[in-house]
């Protein structure tokens, strides 16, 4: 089993739709919590970031943990076209074997529709 | 703003050939991070650095060396290519920990190996 579980997808929407990325995880010493957005042929960036659990908003965008479940979540509301790419959640938590080591999500890949 | 620059973007190798991908970042980071990402699988890591002349092992360090030379540049070798090493290839930087404290990784553009 892997540590951080992701939808692949592609998951496909309409434009203004509100999507939901969602992730789980198994260890639940994981504290830092990030979704990284990838366009086709790039390199990842960052979109959002959360230490810990609760909610974080940006915009369109709202990043959820619930550390209790071991689920965070991506929320985008009113999608559009240039949200396309695939959406990597992201862990990490401090020392111990993860000292300096991210882990990532297989990615879900994001279609809105015009 | 160049960022974090990777080369080659394109690479074709045969079985048993070496090779090396450079990386190189003008954000004076401290750290640096060679992943490699297949289709379903995420982003794994290889290898990492967390300051010049040092190096360590990622989640999937076997078949690669790296070397950090310079604080500026991070090479990552295949020194005997294998089909299983066909990826996409992403170095990464980062000022200190990075996500600890934002969650910023800054990625190049990744590099695309194919081994036959």
């Known amino acids: 089993q892997k540590e951080v579980e992701q939808d692949p997808g592609p998951l496909s929407v309409p434009e203004g739709a509100i999507v939901s990325l969602n992730c789980t995880y198994s260890?639940?010493?994981?504290?830092?919590f990030m979704w990284y957005r990838q366009y086709s042929r790039k390199g990842p960036e960052l979109l959002m970031y959360?230490?810990?659990?609760g909610n974080k908003e940006d915009g369109r965008f709202t990043a959820q943990v619930d550390k209790s479940s071991k689920y965070i979540s991506l929320f985008i509301r009113d999608s559009q076209p240039s949200d396309s790419a695939t959406y990597l959640c992201?862990?990490?938590?401090?020392?111990?074997?993860?000292?300096?080591?991210?882990?990532f999500g297989a990615g879900t890949i994001l279609r809105v529709k015009s | 703003n160049a960022g974090v620059t990777q080369t080659p973007k394109f690479r074709v190798l045969k079985t048993g050939q070496s090779m090396t991908l450079l990386c190189a970042q003008d954000?004076?980071?401290?750290?640096m991070y060679w992943y490699r990402q297949d289709p379903g699988m995420g982003l794994r890591l290889i290898h990492y650095?967390?300051?010049?002349?040092?190096?360590a092992k990622g989640e999937v360090p076997d078949g690669y060396n790296v070397s950090r030379l310079k604080k500026q540049n991070f090479l990552l070798g295949l020194e005997s290519a294998a089909p299983s090493q066909t990826s996409v290839y992403f170095c990464?930087?980062?000022?200190?920990?990075?996500?600890?404290?934002?969650?910023?990784?800054?990625f190049g553009e990744g590099s695309r190996l194919t081994v036959l």
């Open positions: 954000m004076n980071h401290e750290y």
């Open positions: 992201a862990m990490s938590a401090i020392g111990g074997e993860y000292g300096n080591k991210l882990v």
């Open positions: 650095s967390v300051g010049e002349g040092t190096t």
């Open positions: 260890n639940s010493a994981f504290q830092y």
């Open positions: 990464a930087s980062s000022y200190s920990t990075g996500y600890r404290d934002t969650g910023e990784l800054f």
């Open positions: 959360t230490y810990s659990s």
